[in-house]
Structure formats: C-alpha cells, structure tokens
C-alpha cells in the first residue's frame, strides 16, 4: 500500500513539475534522492534551486556531497542558509568543521541551533563541549528537549559529573529512545541505588542492542538473583564478543560445576581478550588440581603482567617448598600492587626471621586495609609487650574485620576488667567469636550463661564446642549433665574430653570406674590423670592410683 502511494505521490509531483511548478520540482527531487537515484534526482532539484527553493538549494547539497562534490555542496548549503534553511545551516556548519574552518562552523551551527534545529543545537554544543566552554550544556539540553537522543546522553553526563540528580532522567530519556550507552549507565545508577529489578531491565536493554559491558554485568545481576542459565547466556555473549570479564566469570562458572576442562578454555579466552585474570584463574585451577608447575607458570605470568594477586599467589607457592628468599620480591610487589594478603604474608616472613620491627610495619599495612588477622596479630605483639591500649585498639579491629580469634582476645582482655560495662562487653565479643565457630569462645560463652544459672544455654554452648573437638567443652558438658542426673551422658562426654589429654575428665573417669568396682579400668584413667596433669590433678590422681593398686593387690 504504501508503495503504491509513493508511486502516486511521484506521478503527481512529476507532472507539477512538467508544468513548471517549483515545489513540486523539489518534491520530485527529494523523492527521487531519498530512494537513492541520485542522477535523476540531480536535474530536478538543480532546476527548483535555481528557481529560489531553499529545501531543493539545501538537498542539492545534500546529493553533491554524497557524489563527492563537496564544495559545490557547500556553495548550495550556503544559498539555502542564507535563504534561512536551517537543515542547510546545520549542513554547512557540519561541512566547515570537517575542513577545520571552526570560526565558520560556529557560526552556522549557531544559526541552525537558533532556529531550533535539534541536530543543529546538538552539533553547536559538541563544538562547544570540545573548546571546554560551559555554554554546551545549554545546547545540549535544548537538543535533547527536542528529542536528540545522544544530546540526552551528553547533557546526563555532563550533569552527574558535578553530582545533580537530575541526569538519571535524561540517561532515561535517552536510553527509551534506544541509546545503548545510556541505557548501560542508567542501569548502573539504578543498581547503586538497589533497584534491581529496573537495573535488570535497562541492563537487557542495552545488551540486546549489543552493548557488551552490559551483558555482562547483566550476568552478574541474573547470577545473583539465582538465575545460572540467565547469567550464562548473557555472560556467553559478552565473552564471544571479546570480554575478558565474562570469560572469566564463564571458567568461573565451569569450576564450580566441576567443569575444568570447559573452565581453562574459558579462562584462555579471557586471557587471550588481554584480561590478565584468566592467566590468575588458570593459576588458581592448576592448583587446585594438584598440578604446582602448571600453576606457578600461569601465576608467575600474571605476576609479571602486573596482578597484585597473582604475585602474592607465586609467592605463596614459593614459600611452600622453602624458597623464602625467591618469595619476598614477590610479595613485596604484589603488597605494593594493594595486595593485602600479600602485606600480611610480609609480616609473617619477616616474623619467621625474628624482624618484628619489619613484621609490624607490614601488619600495619594490612591491618588498616581491613585484614582482620595482621591486626590480631599486632593485639598480640601489643598484648605481649605489655601495650594494653593498643592491644585493645588491635583487636578491635581485628573483630571488625571478622577475625574470630581477635574477638576472642578482645573478650578475654575486657573479662579482666572490673564494671558491668566491660563484662557486658566482654561477653559481646565471646558471643561473636563463638558464632563464628571459635570454640574456646563457645566456651567462655557457656561459662558466663552457667553464672547466670542460664544452664539450657550453657550446655547448648558447650555442646557445641564438643562437637567442634574441644576438650574443655566437652569436660564442662559433662560436669553439667552429671549434675543434671545424666551420668551415662557425661561419662561419653568425660572420655571425649579425656581422650584429647584432659586431665581433670581421665579423673573423673577413673573415679567413675572406681565406683562401679571396676578397679583395672579406674587404674587405667588414673594413669592418664596422672600423665595430663596439672599438678592438682597429678597429685590427686597419683593418690588414688595408690589406693586403687593396694586395693587390686588385696584383691588378688
């Protein structure tokens, strides 16, 4: 249908034309150029040009220009321009600029963007954007209010530079008029802000108009919501399109279902796109396969390339089969890449080789970019030499980073203290070092809750360091439940405790035995008693081995 009325519609400005009809002259010219017959075009807008049509003067121009003939297109722009074609304006700026001539593409650009010509106003305010002159954005944004998509994308840039929230509108505007970039980066935005679900959107959309960033981080979104397949397939285009990123998270994503042959080639692919964490992620799978030489090849290539991780990943490989002077450089480059791990196995290093001034500088690093074990370690050194406050401050930290072992050590330093607040506290940092599965704290915690008379706690504490292999736990589960009336508990809960070398639970067990008349087994725990000590219980079982072999000697 429509091409039918096209046909009608050049028949009609045909035969204006034949009878001399400027207009329709134009109109037969324009047709015939849009469609591409540029030859037969070329005669019909020449004659309404010459004939004072400003639009066959500016398409005119138009045609030229495609011919190669652009000074005789500029000539024609310029009649048309002055005539007060606006097209033809915006057309000869754009011609000027080409030529480097911008003082005259300024002020044609201008002419166009005054009689609101949207690409006009758009191409103003990019020369202006490139001298650095702050009137750009007036331009841009009187483009984009006519509807310029990339103008939208520029002004929204130029807007959140200096921190207005007013661009997320325009990348919005932008991005629904298809400007993927502008899509990307409202997804951006919206993902900062925790609205998911419209990142998610604006992120397909610009994938989908093959944005590859956008995909990927697409991916990330779809992975984190539970949708593998969702993630895979955006993260698969993203990869077959050149990004390292999402080739990475594809050998990642292999890995984790066992797929290592699919993960290293996807990790040589990133490698191959120039992502040096693929030579890191191979490194990483090598490894874990057991195969060292292969490992510390591809560690020690993304070493030399520059990764902070990678290096300290080499170092550690050198470190474990006695390389330490091979190992230093290593970390020493990678701690000076950010790498925090590698500042930590710094101290350590130096630590091994009596430096403690060198360690705790190394620590210190580590520990005030949140590691929470160099600042464990630098409690310790302050606990040791007598610095309680910065002991304190350490452990602090320690805790704050997660570190189970400094909350425990911040506990126990506080327990010492008189004052409810400091017990209270105390007991807070126990608490969190328990939960996180440390079991001198679960015990500590149970302890505290025994105080109280709170024993339901107390023995879900001590149970739980039991089970995890503490022998005080478990000695302190026993005395509870024997308390309770459940001998027959305690007593499996006594011999745990006894069999990891707990004195005080081989005597319990012995006096068990002894009652029940089984004197060769109670000699037997008295023995052990005798042998974990301490020196109480030693002593106290070293009595009543006494008695026990008197009493058996009888027997006998």
């Not at 292969?294 to 070493?303: D, N």
Request: aromatic share 8%.
């Amino acid at each position: 249908m429509a091409a039918r009325e096209e046909e009608a519609l050049q028949a009609r400005y045909r035969a204006g034309a034949e009878r001399g009809d400027r207009h329709a002259t134009s109109m037969l010219g324009a047709l015939l150029l849009r469609r591409g017959r540029l030859e037969e075009a070329e005669p019909h807008l020449r004659r309404a040009a010459a004939a004072g049509s400003r639009a066959a003067a500016n398409n005119l121009g138009v045609l030229l220009y495609r011919r190669g003939r652009a000074d005789e297109a500029a000539e024609w722009w310029r009649s048309a321009a002055v005539a007060g074609s606006a097209a033809a304006a915006h057309a000869l700026g754009g011609h000027l600029r080409e030529r480097g001539d911008d003082a005259g593409a300024e002020y044609w650009l201008r002419a166009a963007a005054e009689q609101g010509h949207e690409r006009g106003a758009f191409a103003y305010a990019d020369l202006l954007e490139h001298r650095r002159d702050v009137r750009a954005e007036r331009w841009f944004r009187r483009a984009a209010e006519g509807g310029h998509r990339e103008a939208a994308f520029r002004l929204a840039r130029t807007l959140e530079a200096r921190g207005d929230a007013d661009a997320q509108s325009w990348y919005r505007q932008a991005a629904a008029r298809g400007h993927r970039r502008a899509a990307l980066r409202l997804a951006v935005l919206l993902e900062q802000r925790g609205q998911v679900e419209q990142a998610v959107h604006w992120y397909r959309e610009a994938a989908r108009a093959g944005e590859t960033r956008a995909a990927r981080a697409l991916g990330f979104l779809l992975q984190e919501a539970g949708d593998e397949a969702g993630a895979e397939l955006w993260w698969r285009r993203a990869a077959e399109a050149g990004d390292g990123n999402a080739a990475n998270a594809l050998g990642a994503l292999c890995a984790g279902r066992g797929d290592d042959e699919r993960a290293e080639e996807w990790y040589k692919a990133a490698l191959d796109a120039g992502d040096i964490n693929g030579a890191f992620n191979l490194g990483l799978l090598c490894g874990s396969q057991g195969r060292a030489g292969a490992a510390e090849q591809w560690f020690r290539r993304a070493a030399y390339a520059g990764h902070g991780e990678g290096a300290n990943a080499l170092a550690v490989l050198l470190m474990q089969r006695g390389d330490s002077a091979g190992a230093e450089p290593w970390f020493s480059r990678s701690a000076e890449a950010g790498s925090v791990d590698a500042a930590f196995n710094l101290g350590i290093l130096h630590m091994a080789r009596g430096e403690e001034a060198k360690a705790e500088e190394w620590y210190a690093q580590a520990a005030d970019a949140g590691h929470g074990e160099a600042a464990h370690q630098l409690g310790l050194i302050a606990e040791r030499e007598g610095r309680v406050e910065d002991a304190e401050r350490r452990y602090r930290q320690a805790a704050a980073a997660g570190s189970a072992e400094g909350a425990f050590r911040l506990g126990a330093l506080l327990d010492g203290r008189e004052g409810q607040r400091a017990e209270m506290e105390a007991e807070r940092f126990y608490r969190q070092a328990a939960e996180a599965g440390h079991d001198r704290a679960q015990v500590r915690v149970g302890v505290l809750a025994a105080r109280r008379g709170d024993e339901r706690a107390a023995e879900g504490w001590y149970r739980r360091a039991a089970e995890a292999g503490s022998a005080v736990g478990a000695f302190n589960l026993g005395l509870l439940l024997a308390r309770g009336g459940n001998e027959r508990e305690a007593a499996l809960w006594y011999t745990a405790a006894a069999e990891k070398g707990h004195g005080r639970a081989a005597l319990r067990m012995a006096l068990l035995a002894g009652r029940q008349g089984d004197l060769p087994r109670a000699e037997q725990w008295c023995v052990r008693a005798t042998d974990a000590g301490p020196a109480e219980v030693a002593e106290r079982a070293g009595r009543l081995l006494e008695v026990l072999r008197a009493e058996i000697t009888r027997s006998a």
